[in-house]
Structure formats: structure tokens, C-alpha cells
């Protein structure tokens, strides 16, 4: 990958992984689908912002029409060639000889190019990305840290390998698959070191202030929650990247966040409504709401969106593996979760793996990729 997509897949990474622990503190405040619904109304709102921002700005940006009439001289300004391309098609026209083919028009942007006919792919990004994957992290660490929730779901970038390899045919060479294999094998390290020591559950805290409630659930339930979270990311992962070639990456990120966000509403919009209107959240609930739900939600997944259109979904996912340090990094600072001496070590087995999967391409692969022909990755 060049530098762009590392900085973009970069950016990503730093607030996601901020996330895990902020999500634990507002889970004080919020009930796991509360929260994940004010993240993303919040999210869905800077969007709309972007959105109308970038409209805004190309207009600005439009050169103003001619308004006098045509003259022979030679034209300048920011529409003289195309205005001297039509006045030589005019000319040509007139004398009865061969037209000059017009420059084609540029193509519409994803909102104005049909954009409802890939409604249906939208709803199903948005029940991946957003309503599986953000319900069943906050229900998991209700159950787990946030160093032991970031753990589990860094096996999505195995899983995602596996996906785009049956969906997308990208192909992994036996060193990308070395290296996906020995990452996972350091998150299981992590993960297995993580679960000794018994974490503390929020749960009583939700309760207490008035939040959603937490039914009692057993002992592996928080685990299975996250789980299923990595499952639904992994999908979301493989399913945007046909998508990035169509849209812009703003675009594709607003269509599939607003999906999400109305599935979100219609389970758990009644119960945010009942939080509200108690009038019981401090202002630490509304802080970590507008945090996640701009720089983790809006921010880091346009980043994302961006980096998926520029390198193929198993090699950006695989840098999700570097997700696990920089969590537990953050939940020892912001949480005073410590991580025990197997932890690092688990983290330096998956930082291997994922050196293996982001090594360069051979010569003879780039000159293939260059030539459109399939590439084996890794």
C-alpha cells in the first residue's frame, strides 16, 4: 500500500481504537443500544454536514458562464477550451463536413447517479457495519474489558481474508497466509492472557444511573456478543469494497451510516427517547456520544471507506491486527487496565503476522497488477 492508504488506514485505526474504552465509560451512562444509536445520530449528522459542506464548495468552484457573444479571437479563462471545442464543432457543422466528437460529460456524483438502486446493498452495509457490529460490541463489554472486546474482534481480519478470497477472488500468497495465521495466533495469545483476571462489569454502573437495562446474562455471553461483532464487521468489510469503485468515499460512508443508524432507531429508538426524557444522563454521557459519534464513527470510517477503494479488503484489514496494542494502550490510560507480560507478547506475534501480510509485491506481481491480471496478495 502507498502512504496515502497507510495514513488514511492509520487515521482509522487511532479512533477505533479509542473507542473500546470510551465505549466502556459511556456504557455508565447509556444502554449498550442506546449508545450505539446516539453514536450514530450524531455521526449521521456530521455526514449530512460534510456532505452539504462539499456541495457547497464545488458550486463555488464552477467558472460563471459566458454571457457575450462569440468571438474568433483566442479564448481564455477556465472555459476557453471547452467553449473553443463547440465552436468548432458549430463551424464544422456549418460547412457541412465531419463533426468533431464533444468531450463526454463527467459522471455524476453517487447521489445524483441513481444511487437508490444499490438502496438494498446500503441497508445491508449499514445491518453489517453499524447495527451488528456496534450492538454486539456494546452488549460484549458489558460482560469484558475493553482491552479483551478490541482482542476478540481483531480476528476479523482472518475472517475477512477468508471472505474476499470466496466473494471478491482476491488471492492471498502462502506468506500472506503464514501471516494471517500467526496473527491470529497472537490475538489468541492476548485474548487467552486478557480473560484471567476477572474484569469489572459495568453493568451495575448503567443501572444505577438510570440507563438501558442489562438483563444477567452468563459468563460467555459478553465474548459470544463480541464475537458475533467481528463476524458482522468482516462481512461489512468484503461487502463495501465492490461499492468503492461507484461512490465516493464521503458518499458510500453517509449512505450505509444513515442505513444503520434508521435500524438502530427502530430498535432502540423508544428506549433512547425514555433516557432523554428522564433527564438523569450527566454530561460525561453526551461527551462520549458526540466523541464516538464523530471521530470513531463520521471521520474514521470516511478514512476507511477511502482506503478499502485503494487496496484490496484483506491487505487494508489486515492492519486491524494493530488494533489490540493501541486499545490496550488506551484502556490502561484512560481506564487503568493493565496488560500482563503474555499481552505484549501476543501483540508482537501479531505485529509479525502483519509485517508478513504488508510486504511488497514481487516485481513480477506489480508488472501483472499493472497489466489488470489477477495478483496473488501477500
Excluded at 32 to 57: D, H, N, Q, T, Y
Excluded at 67 to 74: E, R
Excluded at 106 to 117: D, H, I, K, T, Y
Excluded at 178 to 190: K, Y
Aim: net charge positive; aromatic share 10%.
Amino acid at each position: 500500500m502507498d502512504w496515502r492508504t497507510l495514513a488514511l488506514a492509520g487515521c482509522t485505526l487511532l479512533f477505533w481504537s479509542s473507542a473500546f474504552a470510551v465505549i466502556r465509560a459511556g456504557l455508565r451512562y447509556w444502554g449498550p443500544g442506546e449508545l450505539a444509536l446516539a453514536r450514530f445520530i450524531v455521526a449521521s449528522l456530521a455526514l449530512a454536514l460534510g456532505l452539504g459542506l462539499r456541495r457547497l464548495a464545488r458550486r463555488q468552484e464552477q467558472p460563471a458562464p459566458a454571457t457575450g457573444p462569440a468571438t474568433t479571437g483566442a479564448a481564455t479563462g477556465p472555459g476557453a477550451a471547452g467553449t473553443g471545442r463547440r465552436r468548432a464543432h458549430r463551424l464544422a457543422q456549418a460547412a457541412g463536413g465531419e463533426r468533431p466528437a464533444l468531450p463526454a460529460a463527467p459522471a455524476a456524483s453517487g447521489v445524483e447517479s441513481g444511487w437508490w438502486r444499490d438502496a438494498g446493498r446500503f441497508v445491508l452495509l449499514g445491518a453489517t457495519g453499524i447495527f451488528l457490529y456496534h450492538t454486539g460490541l456494546n452488549w460484549g463489554e458489558t460482560r469484558v474489558s475493553a482491552a479483551t472486546a478490541s482482542l476478540l474482534v481483531a480476528t476479523a481480519p482472518a475472517l475477512t481474508a477468508l471472505m474476499s478470497r470466496f466473494w471478491l477472488g482476491e488471492r492471498l500468497a502462502p506468506r500472506g497466509w503464514l501471516g494471517l495465521a500467526l496473527s491470529f495466533a497472537g490475538v489468541a495469545l492476548i485474548s487467552w492472557a486478557a480473560a484471567q483476571p476477572a474484569a469489572p462489569e459495568p453493568a451495575a454502573a448503567v443501572t444505577a444511573a438510570g440507563g438501558g437495562a442489562v438483563p444477567s446474562l452468563p459468563a460467555w455471553a459478553g465474548p459470544a456478543a463480541v464475537g458475533v461483532a467481528a463476524l458482522g464487521t468482516s462481512a461489512f468489510f468484503v461487502l463495501q469494497r465492490p461499492l468503492s469503485g461507484r461512490y465516493d468515499a464521503l458518499t458510500l460512508t453517509a449512505f450505509y451510516t444513515w442505513a444503520g443508524t434508521l435500524l438502530l432507531g427502530a430498535a432502540f429508538g423508544p428506549g433512547l427517547a425514555r433516557q432523554v426524557a428522564a433527564g438523569q444522563l450527566a454530561p460525561g454521557a453526551w461527551l462520549a456520544a458526540v466523541y464516538l459519534g464523530v471521530f470513531p464513527s463520521a471521520l474514521a470510517y470516511w478514512c476507511w471507506s477511502a482506503a478499502l477503494a485503494r487496496a484490496p479488503a484483506a491487505r487494508v484489514a489486515s492492519l486491524l491486527n494493530l488494533n489490540p496494542l493501541l486499545a490496550v494502550a488506551t484502556a490502561w490510560v484512560m481506564l487503568g487496565e493493565r496488560p500482563t507480560w503474555a499481552e505484549w507478547l501476543g501483540g508482537a506475534v501479531a505485529v509479525a503476522g502483519v509485517l508478513l501480510v504488508q510486504g511488497r509485491a514481487r516485481p513480477r506481481a506489480a508488472a501483472a497488477q499493472g497489466r489488470g491480471l489477477p495478483v496473488a496478495e501477500g
